[in-house]
């Protein structure tokens, strides 16, 4: 069910995404002639007096048709309520309007996690470092040794560790500098207290592992907000960090993309994630589907091919030349940009559906 809830969520962003396109045509008279939620076959459709509505069989995606597009359509070419016969300003509205919706949509979200679920606020717990996961692979160093995920660690020879972020780099740096020696670890487990001997494994860059993911021992609690003029505050708040950190993570791809490509989530990643919160934070649902309702609405408004942002590009560069970009070099461009898309697409899907633990086992 916890998968069912991230793809739930990822299919809703999708839909209020592409609601914004269709609102702002149809709100113009512009007219739509397809709205589809999902790619692939057709699951169930209705043909409304001017727009066809259905469900595809593939939910991450979605698209807003319009009959500009369609060489079967009966309306007149110089008709116009059609899209490219509308001013610039008109197309503009449209395009961006999927971004807007999403950004809009966050918001709310954030405010409706304040008001209803409030803000996680971290509270000290008992003194150590959490391990918050085990590696998927069989056998680590850890496992050998009994060590269960939601174990702390307290002491790493002797070092005592608080909670802070600093004191999990702490630890991190005695099992890289150990690489092959035997490192005493004590360890809690709820009301039990024990120590283990372990020895770090030497990866291919010399460094010590054991095959953990650490976070800091910190107990998250939450507050909810019954003030709705400070539940609409402390959501701007929120929305404008995110928004902040979300930008500022773009432009770290951008100026140091070889540290960086590997951090980039495709859908597999995105719904893994999804599905961990809905399991065990369902409180974090509406933060998690804000961050990739802004994140959605900002890969979509970059100036790059098949994207909002590449027609918004057209659509500036017909208002400088006063005249619009020829029709073969639009089309050429945004098929190449879609087949890029599909290939990034495809190779993370890949890549991240090969790096499930359950996949990994089959061929183990």
Not at 5 to 30: D, K, N, P
Not at 209 to 224: A, F, T
Not at 271 to 285: F, H, K, W, Y
Not at 311 to 318: K, V
Request: glycine residues 10%; neutral net charge.
């Amino acid at each position: 069910m916890s998968v069912l809830a991230a793809i739930a969520v990822l299919a809703v962003l999708i839909l209020v995404h592409e609601l914004g396109h269709f609102v702002a045509a149809r709100s113009q008279g512009i007219h739509v002639n397809r709205f589809s939620l999902g790619f692939g076959p057709i699951l169930w459709k209705y043909q409304g007096s001017q727009t066809e509505y259905a469900i595809r069989a593939f939910p991450l995606g979605g698209f807003v048709g319009f009959p500009d597009d369609d060489p079967d359509s009966d309306i007149p070419p110089n008709d116009p309520n059609l899209l490219r016969n509308r001013p610039i300003l008109d197309r503009a509205i449209v395009i961006s309007a999927g971004v807007i919706a999403n950004l809009i949509f966050a918001y709310f979200l954030l405010v409706t996690q304040v008001a209803l679920v409030g803000i996680p606020q971290p509270s000290q717990a008992l003194p150590g470092v959490l391990i918050q996961q085990l590696a998927p692979e069989v056998s680590s160093v850890a496992q050998k040794a009994g060590i269960q995920k939601g174990d702390v660690i307290l002491a790493a020879n002797q070092r005592e560790f608080g909670t802070s972020q600093q004191e999990l780099e702490a630890l991190r740096e005695i099992i890289k500098t150990n690489a092959g020696q035997t490192v005493k670890l004590d360890i809690a487990r709820g009301d039990k207290k024990f120590s283990v001997n372990i020895v770090p494994e030497a990866k291919a860059n010399g460094e010590g592992s054991i095959g953990i993911g650490l976070s800091p021992n910190i107990k998250i609690e939450r507050h909810p907000v019954t003030n709705p003029v400070q539940a609409l505050s402390l959501g701007a708040r929120e929305f404008q960090r995110i928004v902040t950190l979300t930008f500022k993570g773009f432009g770290q791809l951008i100026t140091n993309f070889g540290e960086t490509a590997n951090q980039v989530a495709g859908p597999i990643k995105i719904v893994e994630i999804g599905a961990n919160i809905a399991q065990n934070d369902t409180g974090s649902l509406f933060f998690f589907a804000a961050l990739i309702s802004i994140n959605l609405a900002v890969i979509n408004i970059l100036p790059l091919p098949a994207l909002d942002g590449g027609q918004l590009a057209f659509l500036l560069i017909e208002g400088l030349r006063g005249k619009p970009v020829p029709a073969r070099v639009q089309e050429g461009v945004m098929q190449t940009g879609l087949m890029l898309l599909l290939g990034l697409g495809i190779f993370l899907i890949v890549k991240e559906t090969t790096q499930l633990e359950w996949v990994q086992k089959l061929f183990q």
